[in-house]
């Protein structure tokens, strides 16, 4: 696991945006689309959500399970792989990409956020990385996995974590910053 380089994006004050017209209408009509085909669906039309979902340019294999109240901010940001699952009230914010290997669960409001700012600068610059969840992790409720992050396969976070750093596979943290707490047993 590495963490990826960050992108800075070139702004000249913190008021303008760094997107261009184009993208903010795309990610307008997303936010329409999933607010009135999505958001109040139940549980059971999940392939509904995921047929959406790949129209606006999620990658997806196999059955992924998207929450209805689930929020995907850039949905063609979006990567997540067969039983892979954003909970009730998950936050992925998508605006670099986001990864969910295989059976990875983001349980209820866990928090992936792929955007920061440039403190250094007074125009506070967009900076985005990717974020990586291996195979058969978890994210506990509320936790918060910063930009430029990979948690390893089999990984735990524990509810509430501050993840500032790479999680290793089969890795069990907890906390503010998130550290070590144990290691997880691989399923045989």
């Known amino acids: ?27 307008l009509l997303w936010t329409g689309a999933w607010t009135v085909l ?8 999940n392939p509904w959500r995921l047929f959406v979902l790949r129209r606006f340019g999620a990658k997806l294999s196999g ?26 009230g998950a936050v992925a914010y998508t605006l670099a990409e986001i990864q969910l290997g295989e059976g990875a669960t983001i349980a209820q409001e866990a928090y992936i956020c792929t955007g920061t700012h440039d403190f250094a600068s007074v125009a506070l ?13 978890f994210v506990g409720a509320r936790a918060f996995i910063l930009p430029g992050v990979s948690v390893g396969e089999y990984a735990v976070v524990g509810a509430c974590s501050v993840v500032t750093k790479d999680v290793p596979p ?11 707490m144990g290691i997880r047993p691989t399923p045989r």
């Open 63 to 88: 059955t992924p399970f998207v929450h209805p109240r689930a929020r995907i901010q850039i949905p063609w940001n979006l990567t997540m792989a067969h039983r892979a699952c954003l909970g009730d």
């Open 1 to 27: 696991m590495s963490t990826p380089l960050r992108k800075t994006y070139s702004q000249a004050t913190p008021y303008v945006s760094p997107w261009t017209l184009g993208q903010r209408v795309k990610m």
């Open 125 to 137: 610059p967009l900076q985005t990385a990717p974020i990586r969840v291996g195979a058969y992790a």
């Open 170 to 180: 089969n890795g069990i943290v907890a906390g503010n910053p998130a550290r070590p």
């Open 38 to 45: 999505c958001s109040w669906t139940p549980k059971p039309l």
